[in-house]
T-cell receptor, first 114, second 113 residues
Framework: AQSVTQLGSHVSVSEGALVLLRCNYS??????LFWYVQYPNQGLQLLLK??????LVKGINGFEAEFKKSETSFHLTKPSAHMSDAAEYFC????????????FGKGTRLSVIA | DGGITQSPKYLFRKEGQNVTLSCEQN?????MYWYRQDPGQGLRLIYY???????QKGDIAEGYSVSREKKESFPLTVTSAQKNPTAFYLC????????????FGEGSRLTVL
């Protein structure tokens, strides 16, 4: 079965500082990996996805993530945090083969301090 | 515009009452999903449907029921058997279950008084 673990339920950074949100996955088959963002009282929207084409994936709003098979990780980064980045971020995994739904991590809340 | 519409946005109900949450999509997607979100627990899958007139239980289906009579509609009923129904409910759709690219509605917040 696939699963993801997000390290840290809450991360706080200063405006302009590096954002690093951690995600480790567990999968018996090659996975597809995703990051979603949720702003308060809204649904989720896709930030970026890894589907085995390239290990460094660029997404919207300046975010990117790198797939590292040796570390079973898919950490999300952004060089310089903006106040508008404050939200909850979810890592998710799905099997690259088969027909099973997406499995989400528990989320990391990002706070940006002025 | 194409998207997912959930209603109502906020709902209050008394214990022992069933309540139905609406989810409609005009994206022509085959797959639809219901997730429950509680603080610190992420999103947990309640039910999903890959095609009209077919649906599968997710991880926390007990106390919930769904139907998929039309491609664009996937209503969720929270029954009185659900022991802790107060939560934020999210509906989503995708072109297929295996894509992983879900489009979400804005959610329905259910409070049981």
């Amino acid at each position: 079965a696939q699963s993801v673990t997000q390290l840290g339920s809450h991360v706080s950074v200063s405006e302009g500082a590096l954002v690093l949100l951690r995600c480790n996955y567990s999968s018996s088959v090659p996975p597809y990996l995703f990051w979603y963002v949720q702003y308060p009282n809204q649904g989720l929207q896709l930030l970026l996805k890894y589907t085995s084409a390239a290990t460094l994936v660029k997404g919207i709003n300046g975010f990117e993530a790198e797939f590292k098979k040796s570390e079973t990780s898919f950490h999300l980064t952004k060089p310089s945090a903006h106040m508008s980045d404050a939200a909850e971020y979810f890592c998710a995994v799905i099997r690259s083969s088969g027909n099973t739904p997406l499995v989400f991590g528990k989320g990391t809340r990002l706070s940006v301090i002025a | 515009d194409g998207g997912i519409t959930q209603s109502p946005k906020y709902l209050f109900r008394k214990e022992g009452q069933n309540v139905t949450l609406s989810c409609e999509q005009n994206l022509n997607h085959d797959a639809m999903y219901w997730y429950r979100q509680d603080p610190g627990q992420g999103l947990r899958l309640i039910y999903y449907s890959q095609i009209v007139n077919d649906f599968q239980k997710g991880d926390i289906a007990e106390g919930y029921s769904v139907s998929r009579e039309k491609k664009e509609s996937f209503p969720l009923t929270v029954t009185s058997a659900q022991k802790n129904p107060t939560a934020f409910y999210l509906c989503a759709s995708s072109g297929g279950v295996s894509t992983g690219e879900l489009f979400f509605g804005e959610g329905s917040r259910l409070t049981v008084l």
